[in-house]
């Protein structure tokens, strides 16, 4: 009698204790949430400065990151000057141009606007207002120039070879030169199609400038 | 011998029974309840940083890439935090004797990193990568919600792993093309489902049996 009855109390404890444990776990977080190892930019109260990634030593190259080809890794070319085509580890292509348009639109537009013309939104907002690469100065320069200002900065320019690694600055290179010929084009240089269209576009025009100006490609 | 229970036991017996199961039932279902709700999750709520940063300003107001300070995101598990000289691009001249930003500048100075406290914040034998999520056609906003609207940073889904699965087994309900994930204002078109199953044979996500597989997040 005296074991059946003990039996039903010890249940119940147990469906009791299920219970808060149920209630413990939902309610904080338990050690394998948050275990003693570390994850990129985490903090560290070993080392003395708080991180947990330790700065390797000066000088430090990481296996396959030898940049021992002045072309390619500075734009300089072995008569000191910078260079004035792509490296021949740069591929030109349709692809290279796409890339360097979509990192420019990222990494470089901000300040040097869309169109390269230096009239971008943080100038707007205060910024110095950095050359238009249609200038003639900069449409002179050689192409390795360019990709020299990125990976060191120039004036109030910082460096921005720490934001986009060696071969997207080739393709920003490459795009800005695209840049530059777009703005100084003749008509003549268009491919058909474009002729084309620019042809009719401009007979739009001359009908109707109200309907031209909703047929205008959006930006 | 006297009857040791009275008649109404017959029914108080069992009903007392299937009362403890409803009312352990309850118990269990109101903690689920109080899970899924997401109030363990700080889900919604901002967290007190070092600098009061706004992404509805940098990425809203002046158009900002996510790629620009989050330069990691398309190559490794991590998205990155930026260092304190990517926010020294802009701010050497622009708000630079500004209080509020002055934890940036003694950092600059210092080179002492800003100790940004983690908003989305996964459990530690959680292995997520960003990467594979971007070059497969998940969008910023799918997780991390509408940034570009939020003052201060918080998290906009529950980030449980009932909420993971959501996706891995119908990765068509939320896939956009790869150019359209760092579009902060693309919406899913009327069609998602149909768009969505053309992206995941296009991107060649993996087959639902190994996205549900445990090895898949947790190892």
């Known amino acids: ?86 490296p021949q580890e740069v591929v030109f292509s349709r692809e290279l141009l796409l890339r360097g348009r979509q990192r420019f639109d990222v990494f470089c537009s901000p300040c ?42 120039f004036g109030q320019m910082s460096s921005y070879a720490s934001q986009v690694p060696v071969e997207d600055r080739w393709a920003i290179a490459a795009y800005i030169r695209a840049l530059q010929l777009s703005q100084h084009a003749v008509v003549a240089d268009l491919p058909q199609r474009d002729r084309d269209a620019l042809a009719a576009a401009t007979a739009a025009t001359v009908a109707s400038p109200a309907a031209a100006a909703q047929t205008e490609p959006s930006r | ?133 971007v070059a497969k056609g998940v969008g910023c906003a799918t997780c991390h919600g509408a940034v570009q609207k939020m003052r201060l940073m918080r998290s906009a889904q529950p980030l449980q792993m009932r909420w993971c699965l959501d996706c891995h087994r119908n990765p068509e309900k939320y896939l956009r093309p790869k150019e359209e994930v760092f579009n902060m204002d693309w919406q899913p078109p009327s069609n998602q489902e149909e768009l969505g199953r053309e992206l995941v044979a296009k991107y060649k996500v993996r087959p639902r049996k190994f996205l549900e597989s445990c090895g898949t997040c947790h190892r």
């Not at chain 1, 147990?14 to 149920?22: E, K, Y």
């Open chain 1, 1 to 86: 009698m005296s074991s059946l009855s003990r039996a039903p109390r010890g249940a119940a404890a147990a469906v009791a204790v299920a219970l808060l444990a149920i209630g413990a776990a939902s309610g904080c977080r338990q050690g394998m949430y948050n275990q003693p190892k570390k994850k990129p930019l985490s903090e560290s109260h070993f080392f003395h400065d708080g991180l947990s990634a330790r700065v390797p030593p000066a000088d430090t190259v990481a296996r396959g990151w030898l940049r021992a080809d002045a072309a390619y890794a500075r734009g300089i070319g072995p008569d000191g000057k910078f260079v004035s085509t792509l």
């Open chain 1, 112 to 153: 040097h606007g869309r169109e390269g013309n230096g009239l971008g939104m943080i100038v707007q907002r205060g910024f110095k207002q950095p050359p238009s690469y249609h200038i003639e100065r900069l449409q002179h320069q050689p192409i390795g120039y360019f990709f020299d200002v990125m990976t060191n900065g």
């Open chain 2, 1 to 133: 011998m006297a009857q040791l229970f009275p008649k109404s036991a017959n029914v108080l017996a069992p009903a007392s029974i299937v009362a403890l199961l409803l009312a352990g039932g309850g118990v269990v279902g109101g903690l689920l309840a109080v899970d899924y709700a997401g109030f363990n999750q700080r889900r919604g709520e901002t967290i007190e940083q070092p600098v009061p940063f706004s992404h509805e300003h940098h990425v809203s107001g002046l158009g900002i890439d996510c790629r620009y300070c989050h330069t990691a995101v398309e190559k490794s598990a991590t998205a990155g935090i930026p260092p304190t000289a990517t926010c020294y691009n802009c701010h050497k001249l622009i708000w630079n004797e500004a209080p509020m930003l002055e934890p940036v500048r003694s950092s600059f100075r210092t080179g002492q990193p800003l100790r940004w406290t983690k908003v989305h914040d996964l459990p530690d034998f959680v292995y997520f990568n960003h990467s594979i999520h």
